[in-house]
């Protein structure tokens, strides 16, 4: 997934799996194979900065977070401007646009 992109952090399906819990594995290098709103933080608005599950970069504060109905957190800004990259997604037969972790290429949610 994603091999336009070059990223920071770069590790290969075994060491992310290894790495991460296997609830973020599926969820951060396999988006959507999750069932939506099954998310340990998904409807979670507490105070605080989202850090990213798989590489630890700081992404969003919590102050923008907001229920976007798709199942998956989400933020309408970023905690500073590249910390994420947008990719339109039209599969699955509806136009979405998925957002990643800028440094590792982890899905983070969609709007
Ligand atoms: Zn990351």
């Not at 959507?32 to 998904?42: C, L, M, Q, S």
């Not at 989202?50 to 933020?75: I, M, Q, R």
């Not at 500073?80 to 646009?97: A, C, P, Q, W, Y």
Request: proline residues 3%; hydrophobic residues 25%; glycine residues 10%.
């Amino acid at each position: 997934m994603n091999k336009d992109f070059n990223f920071k952090v770069n590790k290969t399906d075994e060491e992310w799996k290894e790495q991460l819990s296997p609830d973020q594995y599926i969820v951060l290098r396999h988006a959507g194979t999750e069932r939506p709103f099954t998310g340990e933080y998904n409807m979670h608005f507490e105070n605080g900065i989202y850090t990213c599950a798989g590489c630890g970069e700081e992404l969003f504060d919590s102050s923008s977070k907001f229920n976007s109905h798709c199942g998956w957190p989400s933020f309408d800004q970023e905690i500073e401007n590249g910390k994420i990259l947008e990719v339109r997604d039209e599969s699955h037969g509806m136009i979405r646009t998925e957002i990643l972790c800028g440094s590792c290429g982890g899905h983070l949610g969609c709007f």
